[in-house]
């Protein structure tokens, strides 16, 4: 096993750090905060981890952060972290559209977006060149199963999610090669398996 790395900064001592924790308003720095102070005071690293809710891993990252940044480095960055798009925004608002839409068969060649047909069609149109792993996202944005589920149930009970219009037919186990021509040939979208 490797040896820890040491907290090298010595602009604040443990106590300090608790005080600080107190102080902060954001919740995740404050846990980290502790998480070191732990370590201060004698802690094992595995046991500061485990008391602020994170493995010795992610302790052994904000460690290095906090020697190169101090308190600021203890902050999720915000802003713009990352590779900059290689789209633009007005880009980007397009290709969701053709997401929606759903690709043409007879312009597209396909039946269902596959990221390789997506990077394909952004080549030919825009003239940019994404590896398939770089085409990501999620139709809904990021989710909570546990949370999301339940609040996605919860507005069709209540009628705001109206989640019946978006069937275009249900069908019966035995129908579902009928019911995947006719999503191959473009006349019907959503078919729901009964049974």
């Known amino acids: 096993m490797g040896t820890a790395i040491q907290i090298t900064r010595s602009d604040f001592d443990a106590a300090e750090l608790r005080r600080e924790a107190r102080r902060t308003k954001d919740v995740a720095a404050s846990r980290r905060m502790l998480a070191l102070a732990l370590v201060l005071e004698g802690a094992s690293r595995a046991d500061a981890a485990k008391a602020a809710g994170m493995d010795r891993q992610t302790l052994r990252d904000w460690v290095h ?81 546990r949370r999301d589920v339940a609040r996605i149930i919860g507005f069709y009970r209540e009628g705001r999610l109206k989640l019946d219009e978006l069937i275009a037919q249900r069908i019966s186990l035995d129908q579902v090669n009928a019911a995947f021509e006719t999503m191959k040939s473009g006349e019907l979208a959503r078919s729901v398996i009964t049974y």
């Open 65 to 145: 952060r906090f020697n190169e940044q101090g308190l600021a480095g203890l902050s999720d960055k915000t802003g713009s972290v990352g590779p900059k798009p290689l789209l633009s925004p007005e880009q980007q608002t397009e290709v969701a559209e053709w997401v929606r839409r759903g690709p043409d068969l007879a312009e597209h060649g396909v039946i269902r977006w596959r990221r390789a047909d997506l990077a394909r069609a952004i080549a030919a149109k825009f003239g940019v060149v994404l590896a398939e792993k770089t085409i990501r996202g999620c139709w809904y944005g990021s989710s909570n199963v």
